[in-house]
């Protein structure tokens, strides 16, 4: 039986052969050490999206599984920067940049660690998708830690950045939607190959990161029963979301 090779750099594991193809595909496809080369010179790379994919991942509805799109249960993070339009008029645009660069890096650090994908950055913003394709049963607590992660990652890196560029009182932070449900999967375009999750789960796990305060999780009910061992102080908020008829319940992560 072939196994995945592991080893340990800090807090963030790495493989030697892509974990994407392999939970999916069971195709034991080199992405590090001499036998990656040959891959390399016919384009198959690490994926930007987590370092332990590669881009077939990326490739493989239309070329591997001839389908467009999949169905899978997921948990969808998305997280974005408290209080950026008024950081960007205030201070200069390259100051700017770092900042979002930060925010970047440490969330991709944190969703990584979890077996997460960076699905997409948008800016000051990201989505994030875990449980495809790399496989983990326990996808949202992943999420839910590595939201965690993010906090306490970007809580005082982007404090100190604000206010070093005379934000008064450092005042910035980050706010997170998490929520688990039945997503797509796959290939929506025909201009690219890389795949991205659409469905309601996605909206509404966009519509509570739209409601986080800055330094705060929003959990969904369906998330939350997925992850309960980490929600079991975590209050309940009752909110309105625009686009969705019923009231949400969600549970709340906020910084001590």
């Given at each position: ?93 390259v100051r700017l940049s770092e ?38 049963k326990d996808h949202a607590s ?16 982007l404090s100190g950045l604000a ?94």
């Amino acid at each position: 039986m072939t196994t995945v090779s592991a080893t340990v750099t800090g807090s963030q594991r790495t493989t030697s052969i892509c974990r994407g193809c392999w939970d999916q595909m069971h195709m034991p496809i080199p992405i590090r050490g001499l036998l990656a080369l040959p891959f390399r010179a016919f384009g198959i790379t690490r994926s930007k999206m987590n370092p332990n994919i590669c881009t077939i991942c990326e490739r493989s509805f239309r070329y591997v599984k001839k389908q467009r799109h999949v169905t899978v249960q997921a948990t969808i993070l998305f997280a974005d920067i408290r209080g950026y339009t008024a950081l960007s008029e205030r201070i200069e645009p390259v100051r700017l940049s770092e900042i979002v660069s930060l925010f970047q890096d440490r969330c991709a650090q944190a969703i990584w660690t979890h077996d997460g994908i960076v699905n997409k950055q948008m800016g000051d913003g990201l989505m994030a998708i875990f449980n495809f394709p790399i496989t983990r049963k326990d996808h949202a607590s992943a999420a839910v830690m590595a939201a965690l992660d993010i906090q306490r990652y970007c809580r005082t890196a982007l404090s100190g950045l604000a206010a070093d560029a005379g934000v008064q009182g450092g005042k910035i932070g980050v706010g997170v939607g998490i929520h688990s449900g039945d997503v797509e999967i796959g290939e929506f375009s025909s201009f690219r190959s890389d795949f991205t999750a659409i469905g309601g789960a996605v909206n509404l796990a966009a519509r509570l990161e739209s409601q986080a305060d800055a330094g705060e999780i929003l959990v969904s009910t369906e998330a939350a029963a997925g992850a309960e061992a980490l929600l079991s102080d975590a209050e309940t908020r009752l909110l309105t979301l625009k686009g969705i008829e019923q009231a949400v319940h969600a549970r709340v992560l906020a910084e001590r």
